[in-house]
């Protein structure tokens, strides 16, 4: 049961994140509704293959991982003893990090990151290598949902881009999900913490499916909402929901800090 004392967070990040999740959240002073609005599944395209030989025949300049998520779906789909080959292979090229998170999950894989760009975002990443990546081969491992901001920003910048899907993402569809919007409904959770905009249109799914889409509105607007990047708070601003915090650097630590600095001002 939670203590009522403490505020209510929901997490609804896939469940492979929940243990750190929840670990980190209660860890700062949350008590903790963790749910998954979204998961993950491996897939394999027709680019994967021509990705792995441009790495490891030494074509590629740059090779671009925009999530921890692309690194280990990635690196799922090379046979356990190609691994180190392929790492080392990567040590040979321009290794870039979308952010912290993808920088840190890249070097615990014993893989150099050459760069990371001051925002943490497509656009982030095509201001930083615009410049110098004209007639560069540029390869990158995304999910099937990844925008076409970056591949479009950066073939205009001259670029020659290979872009393979890794994994998909898909709606987990279950009771719990439901009970999340109810719990909402009931005024039981403090805030929100959305880190997809895939995350925002699952969660109103399942409340129109509930038939609760405009009531989740006017729940969401009454609470913290906290959304980890512009295009995820547009996203949510598309629903009518006011986001109250954007943290600086995109990643889930910096959501749960702004969120207790939130908190603590409004006490």
Do not use: W
């Amino acid at each position: 049961m939670a203590d009522e004392k403490k505020p209510v967070l929901a997490i609804m990040r896939p469940s492979v994140y929940k243990e750190e999740s929840v670990k980190l959240a209660l860890s700062m002073g949350f008590d903790v509704m963790a749910v998954p609005m979204i998961e993950l599944a491996g897939m394999q395209d027709s680019a994967f293959k021509p990705f792995f030989e441009h790495i490891t025949k030494k074509e590629s300049d740059y090779v671009i991982f925009t999530s921890a998520n692309g690194l280990d779906f990635t690196l799922q789909k090379i046979p356990y003893v190609m691994r180190d080959m392929f790492i080392e292979a990567l040590n040979r090229t321009n290794v870039i990090a979308i952010g912290p998170t993808t920088k840190k999950a890249l070097e615990e894989k014993g893989i150099k990151v050459m760069g990371m760009p001051g925002v943490y975002s497509s656009k982030g990443l095509i201001e930083y290598l615009c410049k110098d990546v004209k007639g560069k081969n540029v390869d990158m491992a995304r999910s099937v949902f990844g925008s076409t901001v970056l591949t479009e920003g950066l073939t205009r910048c001259g670029a020659n881009v290979l872009e393979t899907k890794v994994y998909s993402l898909f709606r987990p569809d279950g009771e719990e999900q439901k009970d999340l919007i109810r719990s909402a409904l009931a005024g039981k959770i403090t805030a929100f913490a959305f880190t997809s905009s895939m995350m925002v249109h699952n969660f109103f799914e399942v409340a129109k499916e509930l038939e609760s889409g405009d009531d989740i509105v006017q729940v969401l607007n009454v609470s913290i909402v906290a959304a980890i990047g512009l295009p995820t708070a547009e996203t949510l601003r598309g629903y009518n929901v006011n986001v109250s915090v954007i943290p600086e650097e995109y990643t889930f630590e910096e959501i749960l800090k702004k969120i207790r600095d939130m908190l603590s001002a409004c006490s």
